[in-house]
C-alpha cells in the first residue's frame, strides 16, 4: 500500500513561483518512479512530468523550461518547482505512481495563477 500527499500550492501572481511537495509511505519509494498531473476545471487530466528511479526527468511541452522535477529518496518526496507561473496553469495538481500494477494517486493541491 502507498499514501501520496500533495502539499504546497496556493495562489500566486503570474509570473511567480510555487513548489509542490509529493510525501509518500512506503519503504519502495525510490524504487519507483513518480509523477505530476493536473486537471483543470473541465478538462481531463494531464501529464505534466516524470521522474524515474534514476532521476531521469521528462516534460511536457507546456512546462518545459518553467518546471523541474526532484525527488529525495531519503524524504520519499518528490518535488515540482514551478517558475513563471502562466493562469493556464490553474489546476489541481495530483502526484501519481504505480506499483506492482496498483495506481497510487495523491488528494491534489490546487494552485492558481492570477493574472
Known amino acids: 500500500q502507498v499514501q501520496l500527499v500533495e502539499s504546497g500550492g496556493g495562489l500566486v501572481q503570474a509570473g511567480g513561483s510555487l513548489r509542490l511537495s509529493c510525501a509518500a509511505s512506503g519503504s519502495i519509494f525510490s524504487l519507483n518512479f513518480v509523477a505530476w498531473y493536473r486537471q483543470a476545471p473541465g478538462n481531463e487530466r494531464e501529464w505534466v512530468a516524470t521522474?524515474?528511479?534514476?532521476?531521469?526527468?521528462i516534460y511536457a511541452d507546456s512546462v518545459k523550461g518553467r518546471f523541474t522535477i526532484s525527488r529525495d529518496n531519503a524524504k520519499s518526496t518528490v518535488y515540482l518547482q514551478m517558475n513563471n507561473l502562466k493562469p493556464e496553469d490553474t489546476a489541481v495538481y495530483y502526484c501519481?505512481?504505480?506499483?506492482?500494477?496498483?495506481?497510487?494517486w495523491g488528494q491534489g493541491t490546487q494552485v492558481t495563477v492570477s493574472s
Open positions: 501519481y505512481t504505480r506499483v506492482s500494477g496498483q495506481h497510487y
Open positions: 521522474i524515474t528511479s534514476r532521476t531521469d526527468t
